[in-house]
């Protein structure tokens, strides 16, 4: 994820207020959100509907009190609809759920699954999005999650979750979930600085040209973090929040993009080329590009030349704006849970100029 402070100094660097800031993969909405607070407008697409409910949810805030209007709603038709009916559809899941959830609490969250209306209603996206991003987490360490223990950033397969449950001697604890929600709605609304809304789609970067025709020529910069070279796969990792969003109860693989994870860097290369060309559209002559990359089984040296080959690809005038600059990557949080994991070392960032 972005850190806050990194998307704040790229966009006070490099724009201006009222000027367009773009990201083609907004994941988290951090660039969005940022954006917002600094006066700029902001837009987005991300093609994982995790990513876009709640980047979305950033783009577009309902108030506090239209959510919590909202979740006294809900909790009243759970209260009238007969338990036996969630029982029955929590007893009919794989058993990684009955392990991962408390009883009352998957019955809540099962209600809330079938409720919300979070691909069109701002409201209830907003809600989905706080179910999400308290969906898991590390029960030992916070009561702010509705899991037993588990990574707050990625789920972990079900047949080794319940192994590491099981010989950990872990069981879930009861969460009122409803309760919950009006507390983090509090906390993510109450006294927010006034700023303006932000466009997000569900959309393939290589065709947000296609779906943000009224952005061309328009964006002055581009702040963005693009998938990593055979790093993760976001579909697999992400499989229990895509779940709640309506997904299959286990993980899945390349059924909302095959270029999810590249494995062969050609194919990388040529994906964010690609990228590049279907960005270009929407972009002002003289915008600026913000690139933070990271990758397993490529140096340095080789990811800067290859990243610049794909831009200059695309935009012929391109130059780096400063020298690019690299960061070492400490404490994976996934090292707790699979300590033989390995993952990216290091990112870089770069920062281009455009001259078409």
């Not at 724009?15 to 951090?30: E, L, Q, Y």
């Not at 959100?33 to 783009?59: Q, T, W, Y």
């Not at 050609?266 to 972009?283: H, I, M, Q, R, V």
Request: include cysteine; proline fraction near 5%.
């Amino acid at each position: 994820m972005f850190p806050e402070d990194f998307v704040r100094k790229q966009v006070q660097a490099f724009s201006n207020k009222g000027d367009w800031v773009f990201d083609p993969f907004c994941g988290r909405g951090t660039t969005i959100m940022e954006s917002l607070l600094l006066g700029r407008n902001a837009a987005g697409s991300d093609i994982n509907p995790v990513a876009f409910c709640v980047s979305r949810a950033k783009a577009e805030r309902p108030t506090l009190a239209q959510v919590t209007t909202r979740i006294d709603y809900l909790q009243q038709n759970y209260e009238k609809i007969c338990s036996d009916q969630w029982e029955r559809v929590r007893s009919a899941l794989p058993p990684f759920f009955r392990r991962a959830f408390f009883p009352t609490t998957l019955r809540e969250l099962l209600f809330l699954r079938s409720a919300l209306d979070w691909r069109t209603d701002h409201t209830d996206r907003f809600i989905a999005a706080l179910v999400l991003g308290s969906l898991h987490g590390e029960m030992d360490r916070s009561s702010a999650y509705f899991s037993n223990q588990m990574p707050r950033t990625i789920c972990l397969k079900p047949d080794y979750s319940l192994r590491y449950w099981r010989n950990k001697g872990l069981f879930p604890k009861k969460r009122k979930v409803f309760d919950m929600l009006k507390l983090k709605a509090d906390y993510r609304l109450k006294d927010l600085p006034e700023c303006g809304n932000g466009r997000v789609m569900l959309v393939d970067a290589r065709h947000v040209a296609a779906i943000f025709r009224n952005l061309r020529n328009k964006v002055a910069l581009v702040v963005t973090s693009p998938p990593y070279l055979n790093v993760t796969r976001y579909e697999e990792d992400q499989w229990l929040r895509l779940w709640f969003l309506g997904g299959e109860p286990r993980p899945t693989y390349g059924k909302i993009s095959k270029d999810d994870r590249h494995e062969k860097a050609s194919n990388y290369w040529e994906f964010l080329k690609e990228c590049w060309s279907g960005l270009a559209p929407l972009l002002k002559d003289s915008a600026k590009i913000v690139v933070r990359l990271g990758a397993i089984g490529i140096d340095e040296a080789e990811m800067t030349r290859q990243l610049k080959l794909s831009i200059g690809a695309i935009f012929s005038n391109a130059r780096f704006l400063r020298e690019p600059a690299r960061s070492e990557i400490l404490g994976r949080q996934t090292k707790s849970f699979l300590p033989k994991s390995k993952g990216c070392l290091f990112e870089m960032d770069y920062v281009f100029a455009l001259r078409r």
